[in-house]
């Protein structure tokens, strides 16, 4: 995590979100783009207070220009803007075997075909019809249940993050593939996990306020269903 550097595409509540769960988790060569290009210390233009603390944590080598500019050498991709922003050429430039997250919806940044004739090695986008769809249904109904048992006071981002390695693990290293790095929308084993996962997380936080013991959470999501 602190090797690969990251692009996100698009400035908005999901974005720096996201950018900063990613920072939280190790990520340290991370960049934004949003319509005026990347953001930057500085930048005189296009800026308000969210890309201004942004800025402050992220392009740290204070690059300029667009999106092109900005995916070059890059390893991941994250869209959280539009339909049709990215090009081949510009996934060309990325570093061998990128790995793009286009969520725009219905249409992508770029779709998933394209992406992959261009040379990336992993494509995910927010659609149904895609593999690896990327949707919030994995995340919270798991979140709710394990905050909810600990009357948690507040939902952390230690909670956030372990919500997303439980989610990610649910898919064993055997089962991984191109087509494979995040377990179906309805899978029975997902909100279970996460929900065992921010439980814990919340006690050793200091953020719950009811101590549960851990085979008590153990058997509430064994019982739960996500349907």
Known sequence: MEEIHVVTLGAGAAAVAVSKLLLRSGVRHLSMVDRTGLIYEGRPEGMNEAKREMALLTNREIRKGGLAEA???ADVFLGLSGPNLVTKEMVHKMNKEPIIMAMSNPIPEIMPHIAKAAGASVVCTGRSDF??????????????RG????????????????????????VKKKELSPDYVVPKTFDPRVAPAVAMAVAKSATETGTARKYMAPEWVEEQCRRMTIL
Request: hydrophobic share 55%; aromatic share 8%; charged share 20%.
């Open 147 to 170: 905050a909810l048992d600990v009357e948690a006071s507040d939902i952390n981002e230690d909670m956030k993050i372990a919500a997303a390695y439980a989610i990610a693990d649910i």
């Open 71 to 73: 995916l070059e050498g």
């Open 131 to 144: 593999p690896n769809q990327i949707n919030n249904v994995l995340a919270f109904p798991g979140i709710f």
